[in-house]
């Protein structure tokens, strides 16, 4: 709904009519052209004219400049009409000014008063002033009265004329109509993406101070002597731990931290993640890569999600404590987590079983066999594999097909009585069971 | 069980691990032995002097079970015999590998009996006679490899119990025994 008259009567800022989302409510006809953040308006004059508006963000329109404050402390949306802008003063460039912020100077009625803008934030300025120009030049509101008196004259006005309803809104009727529609959609998404990253960009700058101010921070606790003389100053080191915690919560890893026992971040974690642990490692059937853990883990977290370094340090944190887990390497490197009651023992008993039944006696079994077989995961269950060849139970065979591994039968065959079939022990199985194959 | 011409193949010939040299040691030394012995015994009786790590050696693979030895495992077997004094390479490269199946001693052993079952003691004869002539036709000595054989006799050379000479000619390379 249009508030007040078109032209600023005896106030120089008339109350602006928002949404309950604090977009302003514009008039018929009326459409918005620029759009700044943190923006002040300013009385120069001494003793000042009118009360500052600080902070807040500024819409122009063809009719009006907007000012809608960014915290609702109180201050009221306002506007001057471009109607009662009397002169623009132009932008002059000085090396004082590059040192203020930019600031666009005008005058308006009533009381020829100069309002002094001061932008705040980041923006194009230059592209505001011209176009500040061109809606002021523009004069839109003045077409808006004669259409005004014009409807006024004809009488009542029930029938709505052209675009535009009684009601202001625009009617969407026809071509122009589906084009309007068109147009104000790819306005809105504009403007909120603009909205978007003035507060992106406000967040960038602010996080590059915070960053280069962690990193002083840590150049600090870097060259901090640790001991001196064999004795540690108590303060001292409370506040170091506490610089540490603070990055760490940054997100930043501290060098000291590695060389200490590792920090109260990594430590909660590792707790926390001993606890988690349990299920993923049961249903896995007792052993789980470190990468399959990263996966559920951060899954479950969400948001806050851990590095693959966090996840390392915390697993080796739990040495030192009384957990029930542990980290494993292999020799092949592949690092696991595994119940401390986990038995090798149990698994060669189960890969013993697997391999001396006849058929895979004969042909041997690949990972993924073992894999299915033990209902493990397939990396896991070549872990497996690779250990029980190092102990003895199996041996491989390696050819085009791929890796295979079989029961050890190195061990039963004798040298000296080679020809002699065995009647007992799997050898005899096994050349029993090769025999039927025809040779 | 397999045959190879008139050889009997041991029914671990066709366990496809067989073929595939072990990485854990104890299990290696194990598989080690057992292709000593085999090759040793099937030179031995198809008196094969000399096996090439390149060539077609018919143990090298199992066509029944689509297996063959890699480069390396046929030098790391044809090496353990060398290292027992079974065999010997014949170049750096370990590419000819000779097969002492008898060592020379052995050879050298059955030359002398070769002589006295002869009545050959102080008699002449070339080296390629005592590989191919009447008189060795049956014994271990027929088509002895030539090599082996003249290491052999060298062997007997140092001990006094013969001379070797040179005749006109590489054939007639003779030997005076003097046993």
Known sequence: MASGSSIGVGVLFENAEVTTSGRPVLRRNEVECFLLSSVEFDSEDDPPRFTTLKSGNLILTTHRLIWIPSQSNGAVPSSISLAAVTHIYSHKKSIKSMFHSPRIRFQADPGAIVVTIVFRGKGDIDGFLTKFWECWRGRAWEEEEKSESETSRSGSGTVAQGLYGNDGTVRMVGLAGILRKEQEQWESTDKSLQDAFQDLNALMSKAKEMVSLAEKMRQKLLSAPSSQNGSTDDEEMGSKEEMQQWMLSVGIISPVTKESAGALYHQELSRQLADFVRIPLEQAGGMISLTDMYYHFNRARGTELISPDDLWQACTLWEKFDVPVMLRKFDSGVMVIQNKSHSDEEVMSRIRMLVTKTETLRAGVTASDAALTLKIAPAMAKEHLLTAETKGLLCRDMSPDGLRFYFNLFPEIDPTSQHIAKDFGTYGVWVKATSMLSV | ?179
């Open chain 2, 1 to 179: 069980m397999q045959k190879l011409a008139d050889f009997k193949l041991p029914p671990f010939f066709n366990y496809p691990p067989y073929f595939t040299l072990q990485p854990v040691r104890d299990t290696r030394e194990k598989q080690i032995q057992l292709w000593k012995e085999l090759i040793l015994d099937y030179c031995k009786s198809q008196k094969i002097f000399l096996i090439g790590v390149e060539d077609d050696f018919p143990l090298f693979s199992n066509s029944a079970i689509d297996r063959s030895l890699s480069h390396e495992a046929r030098e790391a077997f044809l090496s353990a015999i060398v290292g027992e004094g079974r065999a010997e390479w014949l170049d750096k490269g370990h590419r000819k590998c000779l097969i002492l199946w008898h060592r020379i001693q052995d050879w050298a052993d059955m030359i002398l009996q070769f002589v006295r079952d002869n009545g050959l003691e102080d008699s002449v004869m070339t080296v390629e006679e005592i590989r191919t002539g009447t008189e060795s036709h049956g014994t271990e000595l027929q088509g002895i490899d030539r090599t082996i054989l003249m290491r052999a006799l060298k062997l007997l050379e140092n001990k006094g119990k013969l001379a070797l000479f040179k005749g006109t000619s590489a054939d007639d390379e003779g030997v005076k025994f003097s046993v």
